[in-house]
């Protein structure tokens, strides 16, 4: 990549000069879409990002996010705001990693989770919980596989070593990412107001102390490498913007980070991701309204005879940049030591423009806020989108529920979260497999950890379906975004917050951009209906390959609260009647059904009370006659009974047809309870309720659906969702 002419026609009339070389190329990654979101900023004021327990939105590192715990009493002071605080606040990120994970799969995830910490430790907070959601081409293809393969390793081998819980994701097919798969990882941290930091300088004279990996030639360009669409060659030819792991240094980083923070060290902090230290040192002193003045020379390096433009814009991993008064300079640097980290002190906050310079010459004198901020916003033209009409194939009972049910979308993904260590922390209640992770929040009045269940839920769901906006953009979003609710109602959670990661083809195309559009304004509607601030996320545009452009595919993670964390499993108990809350699927438009028969329908209709349903379900998942609970999603009705089969454990089921079988409208859950009435007393008129059948002691699920029935047993059953390991075997 170059500058454009009109952005070097507009920098060259902002500074009065030509730009030098080193000032080129951090324009040139600054101003790229993947760091200035030229293309997306002007849509994503439709979300709406404030509420009460926001601390922290858009536009930081993480978002910050307060979490009332119900006995905590704890009247520390705020640092920032001089207030009194008694909650804990969790931090919460998302970011991509997708054309680094095509290149080379392995270290382009495992250094998507690395930065996704790193922005939550640069907020002041411990990282608790990871979550990723993987897309990819189809299944059968070998390419897709060893890109499988390579990320789910990459993302198992990073988060493990680091002793980070990866709790929960999705993972997804389509032959939409044949080219260009998707990798987006989601991290939840722990902090207070006494320990959070932001970055955001606070004070010139103070020094700016860089901490971490030496920087090395890895990850040059990797911004604007972001910024474009993967070539036929992408694999060996951008294999040098690719950034290369090492989780072991991550791990010292972190325990570093917290010897910081609770010694009261840091004035601001930021991770180095996109375009290095050039963009984290900017970013953070611009974003304060400072200046800086760095000397290159003092960064501590990997490599003999690096250039300025290397040590600016190399994306080597596992560094911070802290902002530090200089009286506590000594401290830190032995801190680091401590840790066996490199520390350098390579400048200052000053007033006035962002200055370094590199072997006594300056070599980028420039204002930060034009730096930072000041890439022109493109206007882009968009199609809107329209539904297809509807063209069901016939398929028979036995032959739906086998196909659907073994799909790779719907097939068990016990193969991926095996790989993770999802228990490290010991804060992991509720496990990868069911319908959202639960991570106990616990705090005593004493400080002491309460392991008796009566703290704070936390219930974490992520992911998205490219089946649904693959057909309907703008619904598609929508039911994503009440998808990931539902999955937390069902645990008994309530939404708390969101981020998106946002991903597109290339905006210059009308079509892309304006299914992309679609997915925007269907994520911001749904989100505010259900009082759901957004409040941070990520971009990526330009995933867009010889082989055609990806879906539009809004990732949302959501996490939510309950109170305690022994919620219901997604598993019949065989001891209740069961029930479906919510309204029949009305049409079977992105069902797994139409994925593998082929054929088309117009997207369902999404309930007139999205709050409500939300709101009743979690209702009834907390009753205590509730036995389990399980949301209708991906593959119908069909794969969530499939699921919820046990060894001993099963269900006799009848419904009307096969659109109430395989259709997937959002929305919906089954509930194993010993009091019915009890159930249709919690949702009032908010929900319909459907007698669907009783569970049963026997490993058995026979459903009957109209004038066709079919009996599976657990076996049965298993073998046909083992589609994935089977392969990986």
Request: hydrophobic share 35%; net charge negative.
């Given at each position: 990549m170059s500058l454009p002419e009109s952005d070097l026609d507009l920098i060259t009339a902002?500074?009065?000069?030509?730009?030098?070389?080193a000032e080129s190329v951090l324009f040139e990654n600054l101003w790229s879409e993947h760091c200035a979101y030229r293309s997306s900023r002007p849509l994503l004021s439709a979300f709406e990002s404030e509420g009460t327990q926001v601390v922290i939105g858009p536009g930081d590192d993480a978002a910050v996010v307060a979490v009332p715990l119900p006995d905590s009493s704890s009247t520390a002071v705020d640092k920032r705001t001089g207030d009194d605080y008694s909650e804990t606040y969790i931090t919460f990120g998302i970011e991509s990693h997708n054309h680094p994970s095509y290149v080379d799969p392995y270290d382009g995830a495992a250094t998507g989770v690395g930065g996704?910490?790193?922005?939550?430790?640069?907020?002041?907070?411990?990282?608790?919980?990871?979550?990723?959601?993987?897309?990819?081409?189809?299944?059968?293809?070998?390419?897709?596989?060893?890109?499988?393969?390579?990320?789910?390793?990459?993302?198992?081998?990073?988060?493990?070593?680091?002793?980070?819980?990866?709790?929960?994701?999705?993972?997804?097919?389509?032959?939409?990412?044949?080219?260009?798969?998707?990798?987006?990882?989601?991290?939840?941290?722990?902090t207070n107001g006494e320990r959070m930091i932001t970055a955001e300088a606070q004070a010139a004279g103070n020094k700016l102390v860089l901490i971490g990996n030496a920087t090395g030639r890895d990850g040059l360009g990797g911004a604007s490498f972001a910024s474009e669409d993967l070539s036929e060659d992408a694999e060996t030819e951008d294999r040098p913007a690719v950034q290369v792991g090492d989780p072991y240094t991550e791990?010292?980083?972190?325990?570093?980070?917290?010897?910081?923070?609770?010694?009261?060290?840091?004035?601001?902090?930021?991770?180095?991701?996109?375009?290095?230290?050039?963009?984290?040192?900017?970013?953070?002193?611009?974003?304060?309204?400072?200046?800086?003045?760095?000397?290159?020379?003092?960064?501590?390096?990997?490599?003999?005879?690096?250039?300025?433009?290397?040590?600016?814009?190399?994306?080597?991993?596992?560094?911070?940049?802290?902002?530090?008064?200089?009286?506590?300079?000594?401290?830190?640097?032995?801190?680091?030591?401590?840790?066996?980290?490199?520390?350098?002190?390579?400048?200052?906050?000053?007033?006035?423009?962002?200055?370094?310079?590199f072997d006594g010459e300056v070599v980028v004198d420039v204002a930060p806020v034009f730096l930072a901020d000041g890439a022109p916003m493109n206007d882009l033209d968009a199609t809107e989108p329209q539904q297809p009409e509807t063209d069901i194939p016939d398929r028979s009972l036995a032959e739906a529920f086998e196909a659907v049910v073994s799909a790779p979308n719907t097939a068990s993904k016990a193969w991926v979260y095996r790989q993770y260590d999802h228990e490290v922390g010991t804060r992991t209640a509720m496990k990868p497999g069911d319908d959202a992770a639960i991570i106990a929040l616990r705090e005593t009045a004493g400080g002491e950890d309460d392991i008796s269940g009566a703290g704070t839920g936390l219930a974490i769901s992520a992911g998205a379906v490219p089946n649904w906006t693959a057909t309907a953009p703008f619904a598609g979003a929508q039911a994503v975004a009440l998808e990931n609710a539902t999955n937390l109602a069902s645990k008994g959670a309530l939404p708390l917050a969101a981020v998106d990661c946002l991903n597109g083809g290339n905006p210059e195309k009308p079509d892309v951009y304006g299914g992309f559009k679609a997915i925007v304004d269907g994520l911001a509607t749904m989100c505010e209906t259900l009082s759901t601030p957004v409040v941070g996320g990520n971009v990526s545009l330009y995933n867009d390959s010889v082989s055609g452009p990806i879906?539009?595919?809004?990732?949302?993670?959501?996490?939510?609260?309950?109170?305690?964390?022994?919620?219901?499993?997604?598993?019949?108990?065989?001891?209740?009647?069961?029930?479906?809350?919510?309204?029949?699927?009305?049409?079977?438009?992105?069902?797994?059904?139409?994925?593998?028969?082929?054929?088309?329908?117009?997207?369902?209709?999404?309930?007139?009370?999205?709050?409500?349903?939300?709101?009743?379900?979690?209702?009834?998942?907390?009753?205590?006659?509730?036995?389990?609970?399980?949301?209708?999603?991906?593959?119908?009705?069909?794969?969530?009974?499939?699921?919820?089969?046990?060894?001993?454990?099963?269900a006799t089921v009848t419904v009307d047809s096969q659109i109430d079988c395989f259709g997937e409208t959002p929305g919906r859950v089954v509930v194993e309870t010993t009091d019915p009435e009890a159930v249709k007393t919690a949702v009032g008129e908010t929900l319909s309720v459907t007698q669907l059948g009783a569970a049963t002691n026997e490993g058995l699920l026979s459903l009957t659906v109209g004038d066709e029935e079919v009996s599976y047993d657990h076996d049965a059953i298993g073998a046909l969702r083992r589609t994935i390991t089977a392969a990986f075997e």
């Open positions: 902002e500074l009065g000069r030509e730009p030098t070389p996704i910490v790193r922005d939550t430790m640069s907020m002041g907070a411990y990282p608790i919980a990871l979550t990723d959601s993987l897309y990819f081409g189809p299944f059968d293809r070998e390419h897709s596989q060893y890109l499988f393969d390579g990320v789910v390793e990459g993302i198992s081998n990073y988060g493990n070593s680091i002793g980070v819980p990866t709790v929960g994701g999705s993972v997804e097919f389509h032959e939409g990412y044949i080219g260009n798969p998707l990798v987006n990882v989601a991290c939840v941290g722990l791990k010292l980083l972190i325990e570093a980070n917290e010897q910081l923070l609770d010694e009261s060290l840091v004035e601001s902090a930021r991770d180095l991701g996109a375009a290095g230290l050039g963009g984290a040192s900017s970013e953070l002193v611009a974003k304060g309204g400072f200046g800086a003045k760095i000397d290159l020379n003092r960064v501590h390096q990997r490599e003999p005879n690096m250039k300025a433009l290397e040590i600016l814009l190399a994306e080597s991993q596992e560094r911070m940049c802290y902002e530090v008064t200089p009286e506590n300079v000594d401290r830190v640097k032995t801190i680091a030591e401590r840790f066996d980290l490199g520390c350098s002190v390579i400048g200052e906050v000053q007033d006035g423009n962002y200055v370094c310079t879906p539009p595919t809004p990732t949302l993670a959501m996490v939510g609260t309950r109170s305690g964390y022994n919620a219901p499993p997604a598993s019949f108990a065989g001891e209740g009647e069961l029930l479906l809350l919510g309204e029949p699927a009305d049409s079977l438009g992105g069902s797994e059904y139409l994925a593998q028969f082929g054929g088309t329908d117009r997207f369902p209709t999404l309930p007139s009370d999205p709050s409500g349903v939300i709101e009743s379900i979690a209702a009834v998942a907390n009753l205590e006659t509730t036995l389990a609970t399980h949301d209708v999603s991906n593959g119908g009705l069909a794969v969530t009974l499939a699921e919820m089969v046990t060894e001993t454990t099963g």
